[in-house]
Every structure is written in C-alpha cells, then in structure tokens.
C-alpha cells in the first residue's frame, strides 16, 4: 500500500517544523549561554570595584590619623564613595544609559582618590606608615583588576552582541527578548596624553 500525497506533505511538513523548532531552540540556547556570560563577566567587575570600595574606609581612617589632614579632600572621598555605592545596575539591563551612570559613579571615585593620593605626598610621615603603604599597594592592585575585568566584559559583551547581530539569530533574538549590552569607554579626554609642564 503507497501512501497518498497528503500523507506524504504532512510528514514532510511536521518534519520541517521540528526543523525549525530545534534550529530555533539551538539559537536561544546558544544566546542564553552568551548572555550568562556577560551577566557572570558583569558580577566580576562588580566585585572588583566593590572591593576598592571596601578599601575605602579603611584609607579614610588611616589618613584621618594625621591631624592637619585637608578634611575636605577626605569629605569627597567619602561622598564619591556614597554615590558609587548607590548606583546598582541589573545585568539583564546593561544597556549604554545605565552603563554610564555607573562609571560616572566610579570615574568619581577615582578622580577623589586621585586628589587623596597628590594631597597625601604633602605628609611624608604618613606615607611611611606601613599601614597606609599596604593600603595603597591594595588600592593599585585593585585599579589593576578593574581594567583586566572591563576588558574582559567588554570582550564578552562583544561576542554576544556579535552572536545576537548575526543573521539569523536576530531574527530570533528580538522574539526571545535578547538586547544588546552596553560596552564600558574610556572616559572622556582619556585619548588626549597629558601636558606636562616644568
């Protein structure tokens, strides 16, 4: 007994959609992967600038040791700190605006604790305290990690932009509700070597 055509245009049908359904199903897996990877690089940078948050206090308590210490350089340390540890961002919404409230938060914490660092070279007896060299070797060491974990994110960011942009994964992208994340940028006038003057 042959099948009849319409048996045969069914079959090839049925077969045709769970064609499809696997190829789809591969592409959302795949993206799920790339998107966790993003979302486990994002957790990392978290933890380092986290971690020299941490260090803060502790710089903070060291440096108020010294009594003619210029409170108001100590005052910016600790409200740069305030806003940086108020910004939280969700890795599922890494996108360019939150992004950058993120780093102007920390870009903050880095430009007061460069001001800490050039008024901390008027007070020798404090920068021969062990306890504020062990510090500021943490702080470098720390500075250190945040570049290696950016870039690292950044790296992972791009393969899942790449992977999400390619066709025809972004055909499906869009109907399984995957974004492009954002990249971390140098910060402004950071292409510019710095004047030096004697």
């Known amino acids: 007994m042959k099948p009849s055509k319409g048996w045969i245009i069914l079959i090839v049908v049925v077969g045709v959609i769970i064609l499809l359904f696997a190829w789809a199903t591969g592409i959302n897996n795949s993206l799920v992967i790339k998107e966790e990877g993003v979302n486990t690089q994002w957790a990392n940078v978290e933890n380092v600038y986290q971690r020299r948050l941490d260090l803060i206090p502790n710089l903070v308590n060291t ?10 350089t100590l005052t910016a340390v600790i409200e740069a700190r305030a806003k940086a540890t108020s910004v939280q961002i969700n890795p599922k919404n890494l996108d360019e605006g939150s992004l950058q409230k993120f780093q102007e938060a920390q870009n903050g914490v880095s430009s007061a604790l460069g001001r800490l660092m050039v008024v901390v070279e008027k007070y020798p007896e404090l920068k021969a305290t062990q306890n504020f060299s062990e510090l ?11 570049s290696v974990e950016r ?28 974004q492009q994340k954002a990249y971390f940028k140098a910060t402004e006038g950071a292409e510019k070597a710095p004047e030096v003057k004697f």
């Open 63 to 72: 440096v108020k040791g010294v009594a003619d210490f210029e409170k108001q």
């Open 136 to 146: 500021q070797a943490q702080l470098e060491g720390t500075e250190n990690r945040i």
């Open 151 to 178: 870039m690292k994110f950044n790296e992972a960011a791009q393969a899942y932009n790449t992977y999400l942009r390619s066709f025809p994964n972004n055909m499906f992208a869009g109907m399984f509700g995957f």
